[in-house]
């Protein structure tokens, strides 16, 4: 079992920047060994990709952040990390920690970040 506490949302106004905490925790876990992800969704939408961090290293960014924000990872503190910055009004939504371990795959409750223009 993991689990997923993301924290670090907020309100922003356009251009600003945020930084997004996700701690990992869990029984028998190794979490240098988990890839790292973060989504996000905003209301009406599906759920998109945003980042992933694997556990060999490889970076993945969505198409529309881009340039703008970064995701890293500490693994002897458990923790992602996502860095957001010239954030926009479309950059609105909820966000969410994601691993998958197995066949499980784990979520945490998400933050609230919203974007003023």
């Known amino acids: 079992q993991v689990q997923l506490v993301e924290s670090g949302g907020g309100l922003v106004q356009a251009g600003g920047s945020l930084r997004l905490s996700c701690a990992a925790s869990?029984?028998?876990?190794?979490?240098?060994?988990?890839?790292m992800s973060w989504y996000r969704q905003a209301p009406g939408k599906q759920r998109e990709l945003v980042a992933v961090?694997?556990?060999?290293?490889?970076?993945i960014y969505g198409d529309s952040v881009k340039g703008r924000f970064t995701i890293s990872r500490d693994n002897a503190k458990n923790t992602v990390y996502l860095q957001m910055n010239s954030l926009k009004p479309e950059d609105t939504a909820v966000y969410y920690c994601?691993?998958?371990?197995?066949?499980?795959?784990?979520w945490g409750q998400g933050t609230q970040v919203t974007v003023s223009s």
């Open positions: 994601n691993t998958v371990g197995g066949t499980a795959e784990y």
């Open positions: 869990g029984t028998i876990f190794t979490f240098s060994l988990y890839t």
């Open positions: 961090f694997t556990s060999a290293g490889r970076i």
